[in-house]
């Protein structure tokens, strides 16, 4: 399986192959200074399965966390993250703009993480974890 995404004025494109490894939306504060949104809605994927044509990318490097990002060097999108376990990471904007393929069924986060960090709470079924997924969940009082 394999998908085609691209970035709002189409000069970046990234073919991803296979299965990402996660889908969240992630509630860190790295995240929200990062890439300027109060929760990440994003997919993970093993590098190997992430190609971009880069020609239009520019990259840019947390000064102190290991994090990184690619944006588009016309329309300014960010088409890729790579977080501290060396993951690529696609905003989920990317793919619902594809249409079928990037249906919202499809690529839905399917859990919460670092909720404890939140500045927006959300009222869904999903599994809130307040820190990373191996550690304990948010229960409300
Ligand atoms: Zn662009
Ligand atoms: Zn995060």
Not at 16 to 22: E, N, Y
Not at 77 to 90: F, Y
């Amino acid at each position: 399986m394999s998908i085609r995404v691209a970035c709002l004025c189409g000069k970046v494109v990234i073919d991803l192959h296979g299965q990402p490894v996660a889908r969240a939306n992630c509630h860190c504060a790295s995240c929200r200074d990062f890439y300027g949104v109060a929760m990440f809605s994003a997919t993970a994927w093993d590098p190997a399965s992430v190609q971009m044509e880069a020609s239009e990318v520019r990259t840019f490097s947390h000064p102190e966390k290991q994090l990184k990002k690619a944006f588009c060097a016309t329309c300014g999108e960010v088409v890729l993250g790579t977080n501290r376990l060396g993951m690529h990471v696609v905003p989920n904007a990317m793919l619902h703009r594809v249409g079928e393929e990037g249906s919202h069924s499809r690529w839905a986060p399917t859990m919460h993480l670092y909720y404890r960090q939140r500045v927006v709470d959300v009222l869904d079924e999903l599994p809130k974890y307040l820190d990373g997924w191996d550690g304990a969940l948010y229960s409300p009082e």
